[in-house]
């Protein structure tokens, strides 16, 4: 039996549970909320910066903006992965246009960027929108190399 501490997606407490009952739906024991939300995380700097230091699950990042048209048209497959893999990672959008520092920090340079991480640490990136199948792949890679 393995613990693990996971942020809720709501308040971003930090809990401890049983990694064996990670699909259990486990609830944060004082905002009653559902730790998982099955679908994508907004953050901003001091929310992802909280998120990188505290969760040991991976966190998948898409790092997007608004007026992306790329970006907006990747965000269905992003959702239906956080929605179809939520507990094995936390998916996480990052808006550039209001988490610069968060994106300076990783050298965004191009929209939409996709990052895993990992124990704190950058494990997989790739620059451009991939459509589901493809991104499902890519994303299999980054958690089980």
């Known amino acids: 039996m393995a613990i ?81 893999l939520e507990p094995i990672a936390r998916f996480i959008k990052i808006n550039t246009e209001l988490a610069q520092q968060t994106s300076a920090q990783f050298g965004i340079r191009s929209i939409p960027t996709l990052m895993v991480f990992h124990d704190g640490q950058a494990i997989a990136q790739q620059a451009g929108a991939l459509p589901y199948p493809q991104f499902l792949q890519w994303l299999n890679g980054a958690l089980n190399p």
């Open 4 to 84: 693990i501490q996971t942020l809720c997606s709501h308040c971003l407490t930090a809990n401890r549970v049983d990694e064996t009952r990670l699909n259990d739906g486990p609830k944060r024991g004082k905002c009653r909320n559902s730790l998982f939300a099955a679908q994508p995380i907004a953050a901003d700097d001091a929310q992802f910066s909280r998120w990188l230091h505290n969760e040991q699950l991976p966190l998948v990042v898409d790092f997007w903006a608004e007026w992306c048209g790329p970006c907006k048209t990747f965000a269905p497959a992003f959702a239906r992965a956080a929605s179809g």
